[in-house]
């Protein structure tokens, strides 16, 4: 069964730096992509950046040039590093991975919270 373990959210001030990670298991296929999400409360969960497994990556505007993606194949793990955080920044941040023939899954969500 594939399960996804993030870490590293917490409170940070405005300007600050967090670096999350997420560890997949019980894969048995190639990822396809691994990448992160974010929802702020009331809001839509929205794409926060991406990688594939070739290590092409995209980002949602508002991070760019503030966060960066990795991620490191073998132990199938990606990371955020996230820089310049914005209170707007803040919200639950999901990690996701896309498996071929095993499917989507989310992890469990780890809050950011930035005050200003």
């Known amino acids: 069964q594939v399960q996804l373990v993030e870490s590293g959210g917490g409170l940070v001030q405005a300007g600050g730096s967090l670096r999350l990670s997420c560890a997949a298991s019980?894969?048995?296929?190639?990822?396809?992509?691994m990448g992160w999400y974010r929802q702020a409360p009331g809001e839509q969960r929205e794409l926060v950046a991406r990688?594939?497994?070739?290590?092409?990556?995209n980002y949602a505007d508002s991070v760019k040039g503030r966060f960066s993606i990795s991620s490191d194949n073998v132990k199938n793990t990606v990371y955020l590093q996230m820089n310049s955080l914005k209170p707007e920044d803040t919200g639950v941040y999901y990690c996701?991975?896309?498996?071929?023939?095993?499917?989507?899954?989310w992890g469990q969500g780890t809050q950011v919270t930035v005050s200003s």
């Open positions: 996701n991975t896309n498996i071929v023939l095993q499917g989507v899954y």
């Open positions: 990688i594939t497994s070739g290590g092409t990556t």
């Open positions: 019980g894969i048995a296929f190639r990822i396809v992509a």
